[in-house]
Each structure stands twice: as C-alpha cells, then as structure tokens.
C-alpha cells in the first residue's frame, strides 16, 4: 500500500510540476520546483507517511 500511494504522489508532483514549468518564468519555477520537490520529498511528505505507517505497525 505504501508504495501505491507513493506512486500516485509522485505521480501528481510531476503533473504539478509540469503545469508550472509551462506558467512560470524560469527563475520562478526553479524556487517552485525546489520547494515541492522538498516538500513533497524524502524529508517532507514522504517521511511523514514513513512515519505514519511506522506508527501504525
């Protein structure tokens, strides 16, 4: 389950990230990419699920 629901993150972080990528100048979409990537990364969303699924063991 865990990595179907990465799956589907991953999968709409790209989609948003692309839906940016087509909106902002190239300055304003290099900070927008770096902040989602993090927040929806290894040290954001995705450790908090570990976390979560961690806790529910």
């Known amino acids: 389950m ?6 589907l993150i991953n999968h709409r972080k790209t989609r948003i990230i692309d839906l940016a990528q ?4 190239p300055e304003q979409f290099q900070a927008f990419r770096k902040i989602t990537l993090e927040e ?9 699920l570990r976390a979560l699924f ?4």
């Not at 087509?22 to 100048?25: G, K, M, V, W």
């Not at 929806?40 to 908090?48: K, M, N, S």
């Not at 961690?54 to 063991?57: G, V």
């Open 54 to 57: 961690r806790a529910e063991r």
């Open 22 to 25: 087509a909106s902002l100048p």
């Open 2 to 7: 865990y990595k179907s629901i990465l799956s």
């Open 40 to 48: 929806f990364g290894e040290r954001g969303l995705i450790a908090d």
